[in-house]
Structures are given as structure tokens and as C-alpha cells.
Nanobody, 127 residues
Framework: VQLQASGGGLVQAGGSLRLSCVPS????????MGWFRQAPGKEREFVAA????????NYADSVKGRFTISRDNAKNTVYLQMNSLKPEDTAVYYC?????????????????????WGQGTLVTVSS
């Protein structure tokens, strides 16, 4: 199983990017998926997550109102729309997938529930 993340790049502050994550080897349409990020010199942190149905989402406070996570189960793809980007959003963004079908909303933030991780895509926001 592999998770292919794409869509990163260099953008000016205030700009937008959309990340995509496509699993291969199996489908995760019934399972939660999430995005995490790791900035240079910092620990990996939670960004956003979505349940299998797409009915529940969870966001880090730092991105709430600016980022939107969504999924298209027909395409087996999860997206992260990032608007109003700030220099502090600069990081490698990783998508992750869980094989736990039912999870409490608060647990979506916990990296340990995700057993599958992508290789990461770099987002650089210039000031």
C-alpha cells in the first residue's frame, strides 16, 4: 500500500495550494484519512482529518478557517485545500490513512491511529 501525495510547491503568503493524496494497493473509502506536517527542526503535527464518509472533519486550530479537507471516494482521493497561506505553514505535508473504521472525532488528531503514510510533499510559503 502506498499513499501518493502531490500538489506542494512554492507560493507567496496569502496564496493557495491544493494537495492531493491517492492511495494505491487498496481503497480507504470507509476509513479516516488525515494530513500532518513537519516543519524544519520541529516535530510532526496534525493538520486536518476526515472520516470515511466525509461527514466529520477535524482541524488544528492553526489552520481552522483557512484549510479544508475533503475526499472523493469514487476517485479514492483526499484533498487539502489551503488558502491564505502563511510563512509558518511551510513544511513537508504528509497524508495518512487509518484502517480503523470507527474513531472518536478527537482521536482523528492522533498520529498513532494511522497505519499508512505517504512520502510527503513540500510546501514553501514565502513572505
Amino acid at each position: 500500500v502506498q499513499l501518493q501525495a502531490s500538489g506542494g510547491g512554492l507560493v507567496q503568503a496569502g496564496g493557495s495550494l491544493r494537495l492531493s493524496c491517492v492511495p494505491s494497493g487498496r481503497t480507504f473509502s470507509r476509513y479516516p484519512m488525515g494530513w500532518f506536517r513537519q516543519a524544519p527542526g520541529k516535530e510532526r503535527e496534525f493538520v486536518a482529518a476526515i472520516t470515511g464518509s466525509g461527514g466529520t472533519t477535524n482541524y488544528a486550530d492553526s489552520v481552522k478557517g483557512r484549510f479544508t479537507i475533503s475526499r472523493d471516494n469514487a476517485k479514492n482521493t483526499v484533498y487539502l485545500q489551503m488558502n491564505s497561506l502563511k510563512p509558518e505553514d511551510t513544511a513537508v505535508y504528509y497524508c495518512a490513512a487509518s484502517d480503523r473504521e470507527r474513531i472518536y472525532t478527537v482521536a482523528l488528531r492522533v498520529s498513532a491511529i494511522y497505519g499508512y503514510w505517504g512520502q510527503g510533499t513540500l510546501v514553501t510559503v514565502s513572505s
